[in-house]
């Protein structure tokens, strides 16, 4: 050790230089690794589950999980966590494409009460689908429908997402998973691209043609809103908490 350096000024861990930096994104991986945790439980979870579900030691766990409820992100009810209300409300800003998430509700709903389909819309991100949009239907819970949800692009909205300019709905006959057969139609924008699937899924042994219709309907009802711009309406002063 050179004469003038100090143990403390030595030690790396102490210093503020680069590793600093390393060290928040761990903290902020790991935040959000216990974030992902809670959403894959669905309710509720304790400490230890979730430790183990992203591999974070139980310590730092419960550590980070008293830093998310003290800013909202988490709730705790006695030893048990869940996501908490202040992370609905920033989920509830993103917007994947303008004015998308808006001009889908009433396409969204219509299709559900015209078919008895669970429907989804749901947006490209990187290797997975995202549902922006969804309405439940026949086949909860069996398979439940969530905003939020991803899957993988080898189903019919995978596919609708990633295909070609034109072209009609994508047809699923128990293709993915048995017992469920699906459409999707690529709602797209002003340039011919998609910007998102709308897809439709009933028990197997319904008519997919009659369905493909529905869901190619409710699609271009979509992208012609989405093409006229939905007009966003200023909600008053007195309707917003403090």
Known sequence: MDQGTSPRAADPRR???????????????????????????????????????????????HRLLDQLVAVGAVERRGSRYRVGPELYRLGQAWEP???????????????????????????????????????PGELEPLVPVRDGTAFRLDTAAGHALRGPLRGGA?????????????????VRGRDGRAVAALTALVPAGRRLDALADAVADAGSALARALARGVPHRAVPPVALAP
């Open 97 to 135: 494409h303008p004015g998308l998430r808006l001009a889908a509700r009433l396409p969204v709903q219509r299709l559900r009460a015209a078919t008895g389909a669970s429907v989804v819309l749901a947006v490209l991100r990187e290797d997975q689908a995202i549902v922006v949009a969804s309405a």
């Open 15 to 61: 210093t503020a230089g680069p590793d600093r930096p390393e060290r928040g994104r761990g903290v902020l991986e790991g935040a959000f690794a216990l974030l992902d945790a809670l959403r894959r439980c669905g309710d509720e979870a304790g400490v230890t589950e979730l430790a183990l579900a992203c591999g974070v030691p139980k310590g730092s766990a």
């Open 170 to 186: 994508v047809l699923d006959r128990e293709d993915v998973m048995d017992g469920v057969c699906c459409a999707a139609f690529p």
